[in-house]
């Protein structure tokens, strides 16, 4: 597969998905509830932003040669924003993000951003 974006994506969907089934292994050896604090949302939806961020920049290498690492970083501003949208006020509705909550979020978030930075690393470094 020599095409980035799609390497990339198949990439990031194996390992999301394989993190996923982790996590509800998880939750089940820990007898909590398995689909609850959104979390195959917040799954989906930091694999979309992931996806369309890897796009974006890719899409823009050539022409902001310069700046994609300020684009980089106004891509994680937009996953702040979405998780502020989206989920902080369900996470907060009875006054505390418990760990479940958080964990629902923050591990497809980082691993996100672990494989974003390091593949756009690659190809970056490529660019030189």
Do not use: R
Request: net charge positive; with cysteine.
């Amino acid at each position: 597969m020599n095409d980035p974006i799609l390497n990339f994506s198949f990439k990031l969907t194996f390992i999301l998905a394989v993190a996923f089934g982790a996590h509800i292994l998880v939750l089940n050896y820990f007898e909590l509830a398995l689909f609850d604090n959104k979390i195959i949302l917040a799954y989906l939806i930091n694999l979309i932003l992931a996806i369309l961020i890897f796009v974006t920049l890719h899409k823009l290498k050539n022409k902001f040669k310069e700046q994609l690492g300020f684009l980089f970083i106004a891509g994680s501003f937009l996953k702040f924003i979405v998780f502020f949208a989206l989920f902080y006020g369900a996470y907060k509705a009875d006054g505390t993000i418990t760990k479940p909550e958080f964990a629902a979020f923050f591990v497809p978030y980082v691993l996100c951003l672990v494989i974003e930075t390091f593949s756009l690393a690659k190809w970056l470094n490529k660019l030189d």
